[in-house]
């Protein structure tokens, strides 16, 4: 089906428009040549099908198709036909010559246009100074924003009209395009933390980071440093802040000139999750027992640098790594000979589940609270620490309990 089918035809709509207005379907209908009527005449070779149809229009309806004469039609299929079809450019300068807001409010809500479109038409929108939700207007507006992006939209439909749902588009999207528009949108200076989650996202475009830099903004410069996808422009702007480029040190995806750039910044740097083995040489090399304890948290610690820092026989150190799912498997399981590792390594998501329930068999109180928490646990443990009220939360606050009592769909134990 396509748009010259129904040239120079008349369509029969029965009940509502969805997408369009009534006026603006009619007018995309008349611009291709196509009539429409409400009235049965015998012209109709089309029977279109609407939203919210009266008894009087279904009974039609089902009489017209026991004549076996006419095609039916689905409203969703003529409008997404029609909006398909627009012209972009022409849209955008009738609605920019009429300056007719509430036409182009519709179409803000007509979630049959392109996404490419709806952002044309977004940049368009003027929220006269005021807040997301602070006008009638700008409620619909941002609500139509929120519904055509937001991941499972239909198990929330809360957010559509609360200023957290935008929060949670920033969160969800890794459309850089939507980050942009969001950026773009006049309420965002209201909300700091808006601009906040936007300096921190992996995929915000570069051109909003520098706008973001050009404004000096304090808040939004000091998330941007927490942004792991920074170039080195971006980088070398922020470093020229002390404070800043301390967090950059443990956060950036570090190459070796990241590394010598930031090199003052050591016990940052030994925190950073992307140092590879050579930097990882370089740090150790370095005899530091900050830097060591902050390498033995880091979980892309190699197997090289644990034997080496567990050659210290610092207890502290040796804490931190039998809790490090970087500890290789056959360490880890040296250490279990010693009791005095299990509030370790009750802790450790890499320590084998047929270990974490030998050490629950002890019970310790320390390290039956470590295990109540620890994603690799076994089930049946979790299922028997959750019976006792001292380890009831954390067991309750266990991501991988949790998505097993969604896939057994039983509910939690009361």
């Known amino acids: 089906?396509?748009?010259?089918?129904?040239?120079?035809?008349?369509?029969?709509?029965?009940?509502?428009?969805?997408?369009?207005?009534?006026?603006?379907?009619?007018?995309?209908?008349?611009?291709?040549?196509?009539?429409?009527?409400?009235?049965?005449?015998?012209?109709?070779?089309?029977?279109?099908?609407?939203?919210?149809?009266?008894?009087?229009?279904?009974?039609?309806?089902?009489?017209?198709?026991?004549?076996?004469?006419?095609?039916?039609?689905?409203?969703?299929?003529?409008?997404?036909?029609?909006?398909?079809?627009?012209?972009?450019?022409?849209l955008l300068m009738s609605l920019k010559l009429s300056n007719d807001k509430a036409r182009l409010k519709a179409f803000l809500q007509n979630s049959m246009l392109s996404d490419a479109l709806f952002f044309k038409l977004l940049k368009m929108y003027s929220w006269n100074g005021e807040d997301f939700f602070e006008n009638d207007d700008n409620?619909?507006?941002?609500?139509?924003?929120?519904?055509?992006?937001?991941?499972?939209?239909?198990?929330?439909?809360?957010?559509?009209?609360?200023?957290?749902?935008?929060?949670?588009?920033?969160?969800?999207?890794?459309?850089?395009?939507?980050?942009?528009?969001?950026?773009?949108?006049?309420?965002?200076?209201?909300?700091?933390?808006?601009?906040?989650?936007?300096?921190?996202?992996?995929?915000t475009p570069k051109s909003v980071l520098k706008k973001f830099l050009k404004q000096d903004d304090v808040l939004a410069k000091e998330a941007m440093a927490y942004n792991p996808n920074l170039d080195m422009t971006l980088i070398k702007e922020l470093a020229k802040?002390?404070?800043?480029?301390?967090?950059?040190?443990?956060?950036?995806?570090?190459?070796?000139?990241?590394?010598?750039?930031?090199?003052?910044?050591?016990?940052?740097?030994?925190?950073?999750?992307?140092?590879?083995?050579?930097?990882?040489?370089?740090?150790?090399?370095?005899?530091?027992?900050?830097?060591?304890?902050a390498l033995a948290n880091n979980r892309a610690l190699t197997k090289e640098s644990v034997v080496k820092l567990l050659a210290h026989n610092d207890a502290e150190l040796n804490a931190a790594?039998?809790?490090?799912?970087?500890?290789?498997?056959?360490?880890?399981?040296?250490?279990?000979?010693?009791?005095?590792?299990?509030?370790?390594?009750?802790?450790?998501?890499?320590?084998?589940?047929?270990?974490?329930?030998a050490m629950f068999a002890e019970g310790d109180a320390v390290v039956l609270d470590a295990l109540a928490r620890n994603e690799n646990t076994p089930v049946a443990v979790l299922y028997q620490l959750q019976l006792d009220s001292r380890f009831d939360r954390a067991v309750k606050t266990n991501a991988a309990f949790g998505k097993h009592i969604q896939s057994e769909n039983i509910g939690w134990m009361v």
């Open 241 to 293: 802040s002390e404070d800043l480029a301390e967090i950059l040190a443990q956060n950036v995806k570090l190459d070796e000139a990241l590394f010598t750039l930031l090199k003052d910044f050591k016990t940052a740097l030994a925190m950073n999750e992307t140092l590879n083995a050579a930097m990882q040489t370089q740090l150790l090399a370095l005899d530091d027992r900050v830097v060591n304890l």
């Open 139 to 203: 409620r619909d507006v941002s609500a139509a924003l929120i519904g055509r992006f937001y991941q499972n939209i239909e198990r929330n439909h809360n957010v559509q009209y609360a200023t957290t749902g935008i929060y949670h588009l920033i969160e969800q999207t890794q459309n850089t395009a939507l980050l942009e528009a969001i950026s773009a949108l006049e309420p965002v200076r209201m909300h700091p933390k808006l601009k906040k989650s936007l300096a921190m996202h992996k995929d």
């Open 321 to 357: 790594l039998y809790a490090n799912p970087a500890t290789p498997k056959e360490l880890l399981e040296e250490a279990f000979k010693d009791m005095n590792n299990y509030s370790h390594l009750a802790k450790n998501p890499a320590m084998p589940p047929q270990l974490l329930e």
């Open 1 to 90: 089906m396509n748009l010259e089918t129904l040239k120079n035809q008349t369509l029969l709509l029965l009940g509502k428009t969805r997408a369009f207005t009534g006026e603006e379907f009619l007018s995309q209908l008349e611009a291709h040549d196509i009539s429409l009527t409400y009235e049965m005449n015998d012209e109709v070779r089309f029977i279109v099908e609407g939203r919210m149809m009266s008894p009087y229009e279904q009974n039609l309806s089902d009489a017209l198709y026991e004549e076996r004469k006419y095609e039916f039609l689905g409203i969703d299929v003529v409008e997404k036909l029609l909006a398909d079809a627009m012209d972009d450019d022409v």
